[in-house]
Each structure stands twice: as C-alpha cells, then as structure tokens.
C-alpha cells in the first residue's frame, strides 16, 4: 500500500491578506499595551482592561481561524522542508497562543469580581507582556514564511518589491 504522507504548507498570498485586513486585532493590541506601559491600576481602569482582552480572544479566535482555513495548506506533493516544518510550527502555536490569552481573561474576571485583586491585576498584565511579545515574535515568524514562500531566499532582500506588487 502507498501513502502519501501531507506535509504542511501555506498559500501566502491569503496569509498575508489576512493579516493586513485584520485592523480590529492590532488596534486592540496597541491599546492593550497601554496597560503594560503603564502598569498602574490606579491610573488605568481595570475594566477598561477587561473589555479590551475579552476583545483580544475574541478576535484572535477568528484570526486563527482564518489563517488555519486559508491560510495553512496541507498538500501530499514535493514542499520544501523548511516552509513544510516552519509552517507546521507555527500554525501549531495557534493553540498555544490561543489559550494563554483565555487563561489571561479568565484571570482577570477573577481578579475584578467581586472586588478588586490588585495583585493578580498586576499578575495578569505582566502575562499579557509576555503573552504579546510571544505573539509579536509569532506574527514576524508568519511574516518571514510568506516573504520565504513568495520569494524564496531571497526574501529579505525583495520586501519592497512585494509590498510594492501588492499594492495594484
């Protein structure tokens, strides 16, 4: 019996659309990093916090969901073995990612009700500064995958060309 084993691959041209026209997901990134920033319950409402990571699961349920349906191939043809791994790697950090950010929400509902904790507040926000340079890291890794899927090794080299290509 023959089998093809599926080996992992992505179709760059979505992956990279589903990145630029995801605004909502960044601009809740940005404005959580105030937090971070900051740092400081008194000045920043914890509500506030509450909301926007709520927000940030929410979104980054969807965005995964898109880059896992679109973006992310499994093929039983020839893949080069580096975008074959790399893909495979990081799409399975999706749930990795995933659930650290349920984990960071859950904790902050119990941080807020009944009353607040400042100190599991403090706690949560220093995950989420370690949870949004994980994903700052994940999302640069996508971002060289596409430029090495569309351009081959010489991507770094080619990235004004691609953004300059896309923009027609």
């Known amino acids: 019996m023959i089998r093809s084993l599926l080996k992992e691959c992505i179709n760059a041209a979505f992956l990279k659309e589903i990145k630029d026209d995801n605004l909502k997901l960044y601009s809740l990134l ?15 409402n ?40 790399e893909s495979a790697r990081l ?6 990612l995933y659930l650290e950010i349920v984990s960071i929400t859950e ?16 706690d949560q926000l220093s995950r989420f500064n370690d949870f949004y340079r994980t ?11 596409i430029m090495s899927a569309t351009y081959g090794n010489n991507k770094r080299k080619n990235i004004s060309d691609f953004e300059v290509s896309n923009r027609k």
């Open 30 to 44: 940005e404005n959580l990093r105030a937090f971070w920033l900051v740092s400081d319950p008194l000045v920043l």
């Open 46 to 85: 914890p509500e506030w916090f509450r909301t926007l990571i709520s927000d940030l699961r929410d979104q980054l349920a969807l965005h995964f969901a898109l880059e896992e349906t679109f973006g992310y191939l499994e093929l039983a043809v020839d893949v080069d073995i580096f975008l074959s791994s």
């Open 91 to 96: 799409k399975k950090q999706h749930v990795d």
């Open 107 to 122: 904790n902050i509902e119990d941080a807020l009700y009944p009353d607040l904790n400042e100190r599991l507040f403090l």
């Open 135 to 145: 994903f700052q890291i994940h999302e640069a890794a996508e971002f060289d995958l």
